[in-house]
């Protein structure tokens, strides 16, 4: 499978350090390639030797060359929970996540719609920096496809990006004719009387 990759495993390594910083002390290097659903991708992994240890872990798809995947953990030494107040707001932080959307989802953008984030202004965590979570959905013909999308978690501290995860179907799709909207199931729902 290797042998038909479009992108040579070079290739992903520079698509990942060109989008992303990774940092310098984890020297400890793996590679490999993987097929999944429809897709094949090199996974490539850099950890930090000894302790107190960190990792960063991507995947690059083999033929498109898309970044399908990061993540990055650096351990954090708090002698004792202390939740913190970030330095970015939620909106500076969503800000940098677009910025990020745009340079690598660019073939998706058309179909991508930003979930608001309503449920907690601030995520909290005692145990590391907050953490902004900004999921986008894909939207096909205006119905809403949850399982695709993108999602990128932004350090609230420093700004920079702790995650990133595209999930994206290549299957077609069925047709939208028909669907009823959100409005019209919850209707019909408690017109039903089941409650």
């Known amino acids: 499978a290797e042998e038909k990759a479009a992108v040579s495993l070079e290739q992903a390594i520079r698509i990942i350090k060109d989008n992303f910083e990774v940092p310098q002390e984890y020297t400890n290097f793996t590679s490999g390639f993987s097929s999944f659903n429809d897709r094949q991708a090199w996974t490539l992994n850099w950890n930090a030797p000894g302790e107190p240890g960190g990792s960063f872990n991507a995947q690059v798809d083999s033929l498109s060359g898309e970044v399908l995947s990061m993540n990055t953990w650096k351990p954090e030494n708090r002698p004792e929970p202390t ?65 695709n999308g993108v999602t990128i978690g932004i350090n609230g501290e420093d700004g920079k990006t ?21 409005e019209k199931a919850q209707q019909v729902f408690k017109d039903t009387g089941m409650m």
């Open 83 to 147: 939740p913190q107040k970030p330095s970015l707001s939620a909106l500076e932080a969503r800000q940098a996540a677009s910025r990020l959307l745009q340079k690598l989802a660019t073939t998706h953008l058309s179909e991508l719609q930003l979930i608001p984030e309503d449920s907690q202004l601030i995520p909290l965590n005692g145990y590391g920096p907050v953490i902004y979570t900004v999921r986008w959905q894909r939207m096909v013909s205006g119905v809403p496809f949850p399982e």
């Open 162 to 182: 702790m995650s990133y995860y595209l999930n994206w179907s290549r299957a077609s799709l069925p047709s939208t004719a028909g669907v009823v909207s959100a």
